[in-house]
């Protein structure tokens, strides 16, 4: 059963909304008329531009996906919240012949999964029980095929491509759609060191995101390169693997 949302009649929280990917997917969901957005962010004085610009559409959210506390208080808030967008990342580099390699391991799980799974968890007992309702994840092109130069971020990754597998799995049943998105290295402060390559606009992928959640699709490829590792993915995965090997 395909999960079609109107997002005109969805209420938003948005992780790491303050900058990059997930700045950009908040103005986007307000300009197809979402009702609301939670932004949510570490410091909401973050915020400020962004609430100012669109007005009581977008309540500022204090939110760290690192600490319980704040997460299950930005689930109090949000009770009224139909999907939910975990954004908030971080990326720490180091592979296996650097000296940082289990720490790079530790923060990047800390964040981009651990954190994913309490927010989702917090998140649930509030829309299981209602229509037009999603949890959409980024995880990276990255947790499909390995770049070695970044290994403890790539394993994050993979582990969160699982978690929305597993999440999708477990709410096959219900009205919830549960979608994955997989971009490639897009223009923010966290692709900084990717030279050589033409890099997506994070705007750009805001429109396709938003469009993919719209028509109910679970595997969102939003951006040049993830296109073309999806079409290697699905059918030579190994090439997938020999393409990010250069990237040492």
């Known amino acids: 059963m395909k999960k079609e949302i109107s997002i005109k009649d969805s209420i938003a929280i948005v992780s790491g909304a303050n900058r990059g990917i997930g700045k950009a997917i908040t103005e986007e969901l307000l300009s197809r008329g979402i009702k609301k957005v939670y932004a949510g962010a570490r410091k909401t004085e973050s915020l400020a531009a962004l609430q100012e610009k669109y007005g009581d559409r977008l309540v500022p959210l204090q939110l760290d996906v690192t600490n319980q ?6 689930a109090k808030v949000t009770v009224d ?4 967008i975990n954004n908030a990342g971080t990326m720490a580099h180091g592979g296996f012949n650097s000296e940082n390699m289990l720490e790079s391991i530790n923060q990047n799980m800390e964040v981009n999964v651990l954190g ?29 095929g390995s770049m070695p130069m970044m290994n403890g971020y790539c394993i994050s990754k993979a582990a969160v491509h699982s978690m929305i597998q597993g999440l999708r799995g477990e709410l096959q049943e219900s009205n919830v759609l549960v979608a994955g998105i997989y971009p ?6 966290m692709a900084k060191g990717f030279e050589g390559i033409e ?35 699905g059918t030579t995965p190994k090439e997938v693997e020999k393409m990010f090997s250069a990237w040492k």
């Open 199 to 233: 890099l997506d606009k994070p705007e750009a992928l805001a429109k396709n995101v938003v469009t993919a959640l719209e028509r109910g699709e679970e595997d969102i490829f939003p951006d040049v390169m993830s296109a073309q590792v999806k079409q290697a993915y």
């Open 184 to 189: 490639g290295p897009i223009d923010t402060d």
């Open 69 to 74: 506390t704040s997460v299950d208080n930005a």
């Open 116 to 144: 994913v799974a309490r927010l989702t968890q917090a998140f649930l007992p509030n829309i299981q029980n209602k229509s037009n309702t999603a949890v959409a994840t980024v995880s990276s092109v990255v947790g499909l």
């Open 81 to 84: 919240a139909t999907m939910l």
